[in-house]
């Protein structure tokens, strides 16, 4: 929230120059101390869409933001109730368009398939994990963005600071009890992410660069993604995340990365990519938007 009014107050003697997007979904006072409760106040349904958007255009004092997310998709409201309602948001002029964040594959599928149909607006971005640590995007969220043209932008591309390099197996009883850090701890109890971490540190020493950089890097290579986002707290965070657009990891450098992380197994259907030559036919071509994202890819990254 405070967030909010100190953007509003940076950018506004230059708002047309700048791009704004916000949220909605997640209930604060559910997550606040000492507050009472608002059932309606989170969740992806209409109410909450109008007021979550309502307070966030007063904090920025503005009268439009250009993108507005669902920050989760909570299993609850209709699919067409989300969609008819950021569609009267962007009719309204308070939105110029609408995106997805931590949505499954199937859902963000159904809603663009029903705002195609209907005439609604489309999401036009995704928001999801996705770093050395976790490549799950690849196999079925990548593919279903190519498909319909939804541009992917990872959050934790550094692994909540993991793939920074500051971490050690003695450093785990030292982290502050709060939700990043036991995400960190469990990083460190997996005996592949000091690998990947070791690569990475390699290839940071090769390119001259950090390691953020070179994880930032891999993540900015891969196919259909738009931009990673970044969690800096200080200028020299910012500066070195920013840093990692200077330059461009070798194709040998990224092949050494995708062997390190590569996951332990393929999941159905994309592991049946070896009988495809034998019950379909050979040398079948595959649309060039999911060429990439093809089970062959998959394969040879994998095998």
Same mark, same amino acid.
């Given at each position: ?88 948001a962007v009719r ?15 859902? #963000?599928?159904? &809603?663009?398939?029903? =705002? +195609?149909?209907?005439?609604?607006? @489309? *999401?036009?971005?995704?928001?999801? $994990? ?126 050494? #990365?995708?062997? &390190?992380?590569?996951? =332990? +197994?393929?999941?159905?259907?994309? @592991? *049946?990519?070896s009988n495809y030559? $034998? ?25």
């Open positions: 929230m405070m967030g909010e009014r100190f953007l509003g107050d940076y950018v506004s003697d230059k708002r047309s120059d700048v791009v704004i997007a916000t949220k909605y979904t997640c209930n604060t006072t559910s997550m606040q101390k000492d507050v009472r409760l608002n059932p309606n106040l989170g969740g992806n349904h209409r109410k909450s869409l109008v007021e979550n958007l309502n307070e966030s255009l007063k904090r920025l004092n503005m009268s439009y933001v250009d993108i507005l997310y669902v920050h989760i998709y909570e299993f609850r409201t209709p699919i067409e109730e989300i969609m008819r309602s950021l569609d009267d309204s002029g308070k939105v110029l368009y609408v995106a997805a964040s931590n949505f499954p594959s199937w859902a #963000l599928a159904r &809603a663009n398939t029903f =705002a +195609e149909l209907r005439g609604w607006s @489309s *999401f036009i971005g995704l928001q999801t $994990r996705y770093s050395l640590l976790d490549r799950s995007l690849e196999f079925d969220l990548q593919p279903a963005c190519a498909e319909l043209d939804v541009g992917i932008i990872p959050w934790g591309a550094v692994a909540e600071g993991f793939l920074t390099g500051k971490h050690t197996r003695e450093s785990a009883a030292n982290l502050k009890s709060e939700h990043r850090s036991h995400k960190v701890a469990d990083h460190l109890k997996v005996e592949k992410n000091w690998k990947i971490l070791d690569d990475v540190i390699t290839v940071s020493k090769e390119t001259g660069r950090t390691p953020v950089q070179v994880a930032m890097n891999w993540v900015q290579q891969k196919p259909g993604i738009t931009s990673p986002l970044i969690g800096a707290r200080t200028v020299t965070q910012l500066e070195e995340n920013l840093k990692s657009l200077e330059f461009k990891l070798t194709p040998e450098q990224v092949k050494r #990365l995708d062997e &390190a992380s590569k996951p =332990a +197994e393929i999941p159905f259907p994309n @592991s *049946f990519v030559d $034998r019950f379909i036919g050979k040398n079948i071509e595959v649309p060039l938007n999911i060429a990439l994202f093809s089970n062959a890819s998959l394969e040879e990254c994998f095998e």
